[in-house]
T-cell receptor, first 113, second 110 residues
Framework: EPEVTQTPSHQVTQMGQEVILRCVPISNHLYFYWYRQILGQKVEFLVSFYNNEISEKSEIFDDQFSVERPDGSNFTLKIRSTKLEDSAMYFC???????????FGQGTRLTVV | KNEVEQSPQNLTAQEGEFITINCSYSVGISALHWLQQHPGGGIVSLFMLSSGKKKHGRLIATINIQEKHSSLHITASHPRDSAVYICAVTKGTSGSRLTFGEGTQLTVNP
């Protein structure tokens, strides 16, 4: 069964450092998403991406965040200068089109120390 | 106030029991989703509904658009059903992004 793959599964980084979270969406999918879940809280939308550009973003997705699809298969989330409050589980998701369910990756647990 | 509310927050059941988890929403939606999150954190999509009812194995999801309410039922529950069940909606004006509820922690005891 096709799946969304995220790497790494867990990343520990120092405050102020840049991190890149990587995702390989399902190959024929066109819509890509990043969500995050702070420990003990609900999942929150960060950004959606279609046709090589951001289609929606939340107020959480400020100038410290960026997304890229560098090579047609990977989809990355970059946090430029991490803060303690960026510690969370980050989920990548993809869907073939709008109006259908999305497939989620297993998540990357980011710990900022 | 959350746009998507779930009840109960926590639910403990004995193996074999029939389980119902409820979801209410306060916004216009194009679809409602039920997802399952396992202890390791991974999220699996169970159902996407825009009307009526869907069934997959022992899981049944229903939605009442007029009442802005959905239920997820599990028949003949089993300890392996223990997980967090999350209701999420695709709002009518927000493209395809999901807005999530807080989740219901289900524990099924043998």
């Amino acid at each position: 069964e096709p799946e969304v793959t995220q790497t790494p599964s867990h990343q520990v980084t120092q405050m102020g450092q840049e991190v890149i979270l990587r995702c390989v969406p399902i190959s024929n999918h066109l819509y890509f998403y990043w969500y995050r879940q702070i420990l003990g809280q609900k999942v929150e939308f960060l950004v959606s991406f279609y046709n090589n550009e951001i289609s929606e973003k939340s107020e959480i997705f400020d100038d410290q965040f960026s997304v890229e699809r560098p090579d047609g298969s990977n989809f990355t989330l970059k946090i430029r200068s991490t803060k303690l409050e960026d510690s969370a589980m980050y989920f990548c998701a993809s869907s073939a089109r709008t109006g259908v369910g999305a497939f989620f990756g297993q998540g990357t647990r980011l710990t900022v120390v | 106030k959350n746009e998507v509310e779930q009840s109960p927050q926590n639910l403990t059941a004995q193996e074999g029991e029939f389980i119902t988890i409820n979801c209410s929403y306060s916004v216009g939606i194009s679809a409602l989703h039920w997802l399952q999150q396992h202890p390791g954190g991974g999220i699996v999509s169970l159902f996407m509904l825009s009307s009526g009812k869907k069934k997959h194995g022992r899981l049944i999801a229903t939605i009442n658009i007029q009442e802005k309410h959905s239920s997820l039922h599990i028949t003949a529950s089993h300890p392996r059903d223990s997980a967090v069940y999350i209701c999420a909606v695709t709002k009518g004006t927000s493209g395809s992004r999901l807005t999530f509820g807080e989740g219901t922690q289900l524990t099924v005891n043998p």
